[in-house]
T-cell receptor, first 113, second 112 residues
Framework: AQSVTQLDSQVPVFEEAPVELRCNYSSSVSVYLFWYVQYPNQGLQLLLKYLSGSTLVESINGFEAEFNKSQTSFHLRKPSVHISDTAEYFCAVSGGATNKLIFGTGTLLAVQP | DGGITQSPKYLFRKEGQNVTLSCEQNLNHDAMYWYRQDPGQGLRLIYYSQIVNDFQKGDIAEGYSVSREKKESFPLTVTSAQKNPTAFYLC???????????FGDGTRLSIL
């Protein structure tokens, strides 16, 4: 069975500081990995994905994540955060025939001025 | 613009009442999904459908029902058998296996 662990329920950080949101997964099959972002009272938006190829994937707004198979991790990083990055971030894993997404419990990124 | 539309945005249910949440997509996606979101628990899969006229139970299907009569539509009914229906419900779709899922803006269901 697949599972996803997001160790931090909340990460407070000052504006322009770097941030890392941690995600670890377990799976017995090859996986696809995703980060989604959710702003208050909205649905989830895909931030970035790892399907295959380069282990470092980037989003258009400065986030990046690295797939580390040996550590079964897919941590999300940004070198300098903005107030507008305040949101909840979900890591998810899928694999197999059904494309069922298994979500972590989410990490609230709280950017302070 | 293509996307997923969920309605209504807010919904109230009386005791013993069934309510139906609408989900429509114009992305021409084959697969559609319903999730339930509770604070601190992430998202849990209720039902999913990979093709018209077929759907499968997810992890928490009890007290819910769905239909998939058209490719564009995947309504979710919350029945009176669901004893704790208060939650944020999210609908998603994808082109198929190994493709990312796209989400609607959700419906917040509360009990009167």
């Amino acid at each position: 069975a697949q599972s996803v662990t997001q160790l931090d329920s909340q990460v407070p950080v000052f504006e322009e500081a770097p941030v890392e949101l941690r995600c670890n997964y377990s799976s017995s099959v090859s996986v696809y990995l995703f980060w989604y972002v959710q702003y208050p009272n909205q649905g989830l938006q895909l931030l970035l994905k790892y399907l295959s190829g380069s282990t470092l994937v980037e989003s258009i707004n400065g986030f990046e994540a690295e797939f580390n198979k040996s550590q079964t991790s897919f941590h999300l990083r940004k070198p300098s955060v903005h107030i507008s990055d305040t949101a909840e971030y979900f890591c998810a894993v899928s694999g197999g025939a059904t494309n069922k997404l298994i979500f972590g419990t989410g990490t609230l990124l709280a950017v302070q001025p | 613009d293509g996307g997923i539309t969920q309605s209504p945005k807010y919904l109230f249910r009386k005791e013993g009442q069934n309510v139906t949440l609408s989900c429509e997509q114009n992305l021409n996606h084959d697969a559609m999904y319903w999730y339930r979101q509770d604070p601190g628990q992430g998202l849990r899969l209720i039902y999913y459908s990979q093709i018209v006229n077929d759907f499968q139970k997810g992890d928490i299907a009890e007290g819910y029902s769905v239909s998939r009569e058209k490719k564009e539509s995947f309504p979710l009914t919350v029945t009176s058998a669901q004893k704790n229906p208060t939650a944020f419900y999210l609908c998603a779709s994808s082109r198929g296996v190994d493709q990312p899922q796209h989400f609607g803006d959700g419906t917040r269901l509360s009990i009167l």
